[in-house]
């Protein structure tokens, strides 16, 4: 996909939704740590908006997740109404554009700019860690409200390890896995078992952005959350998805943009301090906490493993999943949920 002409495909997407409007020039402002491509398109006028661009999973699970943030950004009540970015309506349905052109699927979305204020610091004090704690409770909780009216979401916890699973199966599964094929194969299972005993059935969903890290959102000067943007990991299920990077974010270490996914931050106290603000204001339940190693295993078996090249240049995906073998996998035994528990009076 890098010989792909990326700002051809963005031109053709506008042309379609309003080729009355020229466009003047279009600027790749993309992470450069991933494969993914983020576009600033300004027109005639000085005017402008943001194009995303994405070829990996499915078109049909872009589209609904655009669809569902979307219905979100419109549905979330005050103080979090302004916090996500309006996706470009035309005949009242979310506009996106599929380019298919030989090997090439590439699909497009257009959002209008959304504005920030302050990034978090590196290190949180103490006191940083409770508001943010509160804070992101809150936020969940209006996520959580709005859940009923929006969209259903297709793409599963179950669906997209089912997916990996098959992938495994295929001669390009087994040729980049073949070294790991059986544990990965397991790992898949304890997930799927354990999430049927923790919470399948019995623990509510909502949607979630998953990548918490501190170059994705802004707060204000209270630690209010003012702004959220990079929707790549965004899904419906389980709220305890987001804390992982929490726990990053409040690390001791603190967040940072060398890619090492261990699972000690989930353990330290910083993040027990973030999580006991968190439980006041929208309580937790046992099983929830319980799951926290499983959202953690999960996350390393869909986007370090099964998308790791897609999300991550080759250096940092192949660092990431010789980390996940080798320290990931092993370390989440090692995961004491009875201390969350006990500091969390559950």
Not at 22 to 32: L, V
Not at 251 to 272: A, C, H, K, Q, W
Not at 319 to 344: G, H, N
Request: neutral net charge; aromatic residues 16%.
């Amino acid at each position: 996909m890098r010989l792909v002409d990326y700002p051809t495909i963005i031109k053709k997407a506008w042309s379609e939704f309003d080729a009355s409007i020229q466009i003047q020039r279009i600027e790749d402002i993309s992470a450069r740590v991933s494969t993914n491509h983020v576009f600033r398109v300004t027109f005639e006028d000085g005017s402008h908006i943001i194009a995303k661009l994405s070829y990996f999973g499915k078109y049909e699970h872009f589209l609904e997740d655009h669809r569902i943030i979307h219905a979100l950004a419109n549905n979330l009540l005050y103080p979090f109404e302004n916090v996500l970015a309006k996706s470009l309506v035309r005949d009242g349905q979310v506009y996106t554009y599929r380019y298919k052109n030989g090997f090439i699927d590439a699909w497009v979305v257009f959002y209008n700019p959304i504005r920030s204020q302050m990034k978090l610091p590196r290190r949180l004090e103490d006191h940083q860690i409770q508001m943010l704690g509160r804070q992101v409770a809150k936020f969940h909780k209006a996520c959580s409200r709005v859940s009923t009216v929006l969209p259903k979401s297709i793409k599963t916890l179950r669906s997209d390890i089912w997916d990996l699973l098959d992938m495994l199966d295929t001669e390009v599964g087994q040729f980049e896995h073949r070294l790991h094929i059986e544990e990965l194969k397991r790992q898949c299972d304890l997930f799927l078992t354990n999430r049927q005993k923790l919470v399948a059935g019995t623990v509510e969903t909502m949607p979630v952005f998953v990548d918490w890290n501190i170059g994705n959102f802004s707060v204000t000067q209270n630690f209010e959350l003012y702004s959220r943007w990079d929707y790549d990991w965004f899904r419906v299920s389980y709220r305890v998805l987001d804390f992982y990077f929490f726990s990053r974010v409040v690390s001791n270490i603190g967040d940072r943009t060398v890619f090492s996914y261990v699972i000690g931050p989930l353990m330290e106290d910083r993040f027990l301090l973030f999580l006991k603000e968190y439980h006041t204001v929208y309580p937790l339940t046992e099983n929830e906490i319980r799951f926290l190693p499983e959202a953690y295993r999960f996350f390393i078996l869909n986007y370090v493993i099964k998308y790791g090249r897609y999300f991550f240049h080759r250096t940092y995906a192949t660092k990431l999943q010789r980390e996940a073998y080798q320290t990931y996998f092993p370390s989440i035994d090692e995961f004491d949920a009875d201390k969350i528990l006990k500091v969390l009076g559950i």
